[in-house]
């Protein structure tokens, strides 16, 4: 196994070609300027940001059902339920990862209209905590969610 995103594995086999490509991780200080007259500003540095991972996996209905895999990525984007990103034998953040954003591009199909292949950009940030809105609001994640509902039975009633 090369990795995985909660249950779903990245891995090489026989069968399959699933592995994550061009990945980048990223992280940064969260850091404001105070400016000085007449001199270069001060810096106060706040903490870290949140880490963010991306990558992108190609598709290839030799050894996947794209249709199925575009789907359940984003069906796992609009659930909002952070899980534990592992990529070689690390897990990547200090906390769990929120797919943040899902993206197919370069789709190619056959003449009968089903996937032949393509790509899939893959968004992550780590996941600290469930935050609120300038009301008091909780954030909204998981089942709540009422676009995952939604995708979820037009998936279940077209399978």
Known sequence: MIGSFGSKKFEVSPNKIYTPDGTSISEALDYEEQERAGDKPL???????????????????MFVDVEKEISFWVLKMRSGVPETLILGNKAWGTNKMLLANVDASELRWASDGTYLGGDLSLSFIEY?????????????IGAEMKASQVMLNEMLVKS
């Open 43 to 61: 810096i106060y540095i706040k903490g870290l940001k949140n880490m963010s991972v991306k990558f992108s996996i190609k598709l290839n209905a």
């Open 128 to 140: 600290v905590g469930s935050g609120a809105d300038s009301d008091g609001n909780a954030a909204v």
